[in-house]
């Protein structure tokens, strides 16, 4: 793998004579952030597995048409964005059900869904007031699932005050949660 050069060096220098070393490469360096950004998205991880796999065959599929207007990881962030609104938009559509009984209990889904949406936009709105140190620290830790070790060597900090840290981001973040709700 040529973590050496850039992604765009990549496509230039091994796409032509080496596409799958090309193709290898790149997929090393974004299968879990396009993973992490699919899961986000559907909430399901068998989904997630599967949108990824589509969105790496389309994105190399469609390799030799990138031309470097912005950067590789923006197109593939892109790719990846569209992709799954493309999914779980045609799957609204395809998953009708009849009205009977079921029908106060998917009203009540509705409701609890509608709950749950407005909840994770509460969430998002105070994350976004928290500092980038804190929002990164949380996000290493809840979203890309790191051990507090882990965290510690790249910051290059004691697992104590890796812990201390994201115990105040967590309490910062609930009470930022809490005015938020008030409001």
Not at 154 to 178: F, G, P, W
Request: neutral net charge.
């Amino acid at each position: 793998m040529n973590l050496a050069l850039s992604d765009e060096e990549t496509i230039r220098n091994l796409l032509p004579n080496q596409p799958n070393q090309c193709f290898e490469t790149l997929y090393n360096r974004y299968v879990n952030k396009v993973y992490q950004r699919c899961l986000y998205m559907t909430k399901d991880s068998e989904k997630a597995q599967d949108f990824t796999h589509d969105i790496f065959m389309k994105a190399f599929d469609k390799l030799d048409a990138f031309q470097e207007r912005s950067n590789f990881s923006t197109w593939l962030n892109t790719i990846a964005h569209n992709y799954c609104s493309d999914q779980l938009r045609l799957a609204k559509r395809i998953n009708t059900m009849p009205l009977d009984e079921n029908h106060e209990r998917s009203l009540s889904d509705s409701r609890e869904a509608n709950l749950q949406e407005e909840t994770l936009q509460i969430f998002q709105r105070a994350l976004a007031e928290l500092s980038l140190k804190e929002q990164t620290l949380l996000r290493l830790k809840y979203e890309q699932g790191m051990s507090i070790d882990e965290i510690a060597n790249i910051y290059k900090l004691k697992t104590s005050a890796v812990k201390m840290r994201l115990k105040r981001s967590r309490e910062k973040l609930q009470q930022l949660c809490k005015a938020e709700y008030m409001n």
